[in-house]
Each structure stands twice: as structure tokens, then as C-alpha cells.
């Protein structure tokens, strides 16, 4: 196959294109996810959150980032790891979480962690009752039954339950807050109807963004 | 995070001036492109990749939200500016949500801007302080 030779500024140009900074201008918030495929989440607003900022360069100043917010609420965008991705994308991110259970050669670390999420199946289940009940809440209003609490060296040390929405979220149970991490922070949710919905296995969690 | 392999999409290709071997769309060099101008996030996948953006775009930026003061050279949280197919500068601005304004303290010219670029870069702005619902705060020559 032939190797094209391209000058700097045919580079730069498709970068442009591809990143829908040329001239013509998408629709849409949805067209503009679907071509750029993800909008990071970051929260420093000095100007503005990035995720908006990047939105607001593309569509211009008749974005409006309710739409964000409603494309959340409604499903058509979710949050994956810190990112926000078209519903449908969440396709491409489901095998690798679907195996996590039945997983071969893991590193220690990883079976060290799926032991403790099993060992600790009784407060997943009580954070799922507790979230059916009363429905979308913080995490710091989430019940720790956990039986057997996180420990670690640093910032993770007695998280329990963060940490466990976190590994959740490594095995598709669950759909990980804004800003994932073990000081995630976001409302979360039962999901309603779950295997209905691209992505969401049986007894999911959901999040929504902050702010 | 995203692959940044793309596997067999596309076709091999390499760069002027830019490491490595790419893969791009045959279909793309050959359409025609028309520029604007756009402040971006300092996130926006166009300066993500630093490596290929000092290569690609020979673009000096960094984020300097984390300096001290005294040693920034463009500003808390500088916004590169994309002008035509270049990355022309730095956006040094702040929403002051208090006092409902968008406050520009400089716009860093990397090579002075043509009268083009800073009419269309100042139309940017203007749209970003309307987006914003803030009034602009912008000096007689930012730069």
C-alpha cells in the first residue's frame, strides 16, 4: 500500500476538519459528540468548563449548556471514566467489562479488588435498595456496610464506598460520577429499567453530573 | 481515555516534520478547507496530543494555572487560539461571574496577528462574553 506524503498544513488542516474547527459549523451538541467522540470533563471554570468550552468553539455561542445537562438526564450522553460519549458508544467499552468477572491472568492488584467488591456484595445491594427508594443521591449520603472496609497507603484509605462504586463501574455495573476517582463526586442513581438501555446491565447504577 | 491507535483505519502516511507513521482517510487531503478562528480548551483533542502539537503545529503552550504568579508567561488559564489552519496565541482570560464580565487581561500574539486574524479573533471573543451572558472587559489592544 502506498504511503501518502503529506505537508504540515494538509496535516493540519484534516486535524481541523476532523475536530470540526473549519468553517462549517455542526448542527448540533449530539453531531458534535458523535464526531469528536468524547468531551472531557474537567471543572475548572475560569473560563468555562472544558467540556462547554469545547461545545461552545464548535456550535458557537447558540450552545447552551443546559443541553449538556439534558443529553445526561435523558441518556443521550453518558459519562464513562471522566469522559462524556453518545449513548451508543458505550457498545465499545462493554466487552472488556463484561469479561472483568470471568477474567484469566489478572494482576494481583485486579484480583485483589474484585474479591473485595465480592466480599462486599451486601452493601452494593443495600447502596441499590437505598437508591431505589429514595432516588438520585450524593455520595456522601450512600449507607458503608461495607464488611470489608478499603485500606490503602493514601488518599483512598477508608473509601469504602467510593471505591466501591469506582470498581463498580470497572465491571459495567454502574456508570461512574463526574470527575472518576476515588474523590468522585456527582448524584447517583438507580437505574431505571436497565437492561433496556444500551450499556446498562442488570442492576445498575447511574450518575449524573454536578453543577 | 481514547485509543491512539486507529488501527487499520485509513491509509499510512507520514508527516513533513513529524515523527512517525499516520494513518489518514486517502479522501481527505484532497478537500478544500476553509479556516476560523477559535479559542480553545486547553482539553481540546486539536492540543491534547503536546507532542503533536509542538510538531504538527509548532505551538508553545502550557498550562500554567499551576505556576507561580511571577513565572507565567501567558496567564491562570491561557486558552490557545486557532486562526486558519494555525495556532496563532493565547486567550488570558477570566469569567468574573461577580462582576458579570468577561475579562480579558491579554491576547499573546506568538507572530503579530494580521489585520484578518485580529478582527476575527476579537469576533470570537465577543461571542464567547455573549455565550457566557457576560459583558467583555476587553482592553483597546489586548497583546
Known amino acids: 500500500m502506498i504511503v501518502h506524503e503529506l505537508s504540515r498544513r494538509d496535516a493540519r488542516r484534516i486535524a481541523a476538519r476532523a475536530q470540526l474547527l473549519d468553517r462549517r459549523r455542526p448542527a448540533a451538541l449530539l453531531d458534535v459528540v458523535r464526531r469528536l467522540t468524547l468531551l472531557q470533563i474537567d471543572a ?9 468550552l469545547v461545545a461552545w468553539g464548535r456550535l458557537g455561542s447558540s450552545y447552551a449548556p443546559a443541553e449538556l445537562t439534558a443529553g445526561l438526564e435523558d441518556r443521550t450522553l453518558v459519562e464513562l471514566r471522566g469522559m462524556i460519549r453518545p449513548r451508543e458508544d458505550v457498545a465499545l467499552y462493554r466487552a472488556e467489562m463484561a469479561g472483568w468477572s470471568t477474567r484469566t491472568g489478572m494482576r494481583d492488584w485486579q484480583q485483589h479488588q ?23 443521591l450524593p455520595l456522601s449520603a450512600l449507607p458503608d456496610t461495607c464488611q470489608v472496609r478499603w485500606g490503602s497507603s493514601g488518599w ?10 469506582v470498581s463498580w463501574c470497572s465491571a459495567a455495573r454502574s456508570r461512574p460520577p463526574a470527575g472518576t476517582g476515588a474523590n468522585a463526586c456527582g448524584t447517583w ?4 429499567r436497565p437492561r433496556a438501555r444500551a450499556g446498562m446491565p442488570g442492576g445498575a447504577v447511574a450518575c449524573g453530573r454536578r453543577g | 481515555m481514547e485509543p491512539w491507535h486507529v488501527g487499520d483505519a485509513g491509509e ?32 481540546d483533542r486539536l492540543v491534547h496530543d503536546r507532542k503533536r502539537m509542538v510538531e504538527l503545529f509548532e505551538f508553545d503552550y502550557a498550562l500554567e494555572m499551576f ?19 494555525r495556532l496563532v496565541g493565547k486567550l ?12 480579558v ?19 470570537e471573543i465577543k461571542d464567547l462574553a455573549r455565550w457566557l451572558r457576560l459583558d467583555l472587559d476587553l482592553p483597546a489592544r489586548a497583546g
Open chain 1, 114 to 136: 474484585g474479591n473485595w467488591v465480592r466480599a462486599n456484595d451486601t452493601c452494593r445491594r443495600d447502596i441499590l435498595d437505598r437508591l431505589e427508594v429514595d432516588g438520585p
Open chain 1, 156 to 165: 483512598n484509605d477508608d473509601r469504602s464506598v467510593s471505591m466501591l462504586l
Open chain 2, 92 to 103: 488570558d482570560a477570566t469569567a468574573d461571574r461577580g462582576g458579570r464580565v468577561l475579562r
Open chain 2, 67 to 85: 505556576k507561580p504568579p511571577a513565572k507565567r508567561r501567558w496567564g491562570y488559564y491561557a486558552l490557545p487560539i486557532r486562526y486558519g489552519d
Open chain 1, 189 to 192: 442513581r438507580a437505574g431505571h
Open chain 2, 12 to 43: 499510512p502516511a507520514v508527516v513533513e516534520g513529524v515523527n512517525g507513521l499516520w494513518r489518514v482517510d486517502p479522501a481527505q487531503p484532497a478537500q478544500p478547507f476553509a479556516g476560523r478562528a477559535a479559542p480553545l480548551s486547553r482539553l
Open chain 2, 105 to 123: 487581561d491579554a491576547i499573546h500574539e506568538d507572530v503579530p496577528f494580521t489585520a484578518a486574524a485580529t478582527a476575527a479573533v476579537t469576533r
Open chain 1, 44 to 52: 475548572t471554570a475560569a473560563v468555562a468548563p472544558s467540556a462547554d
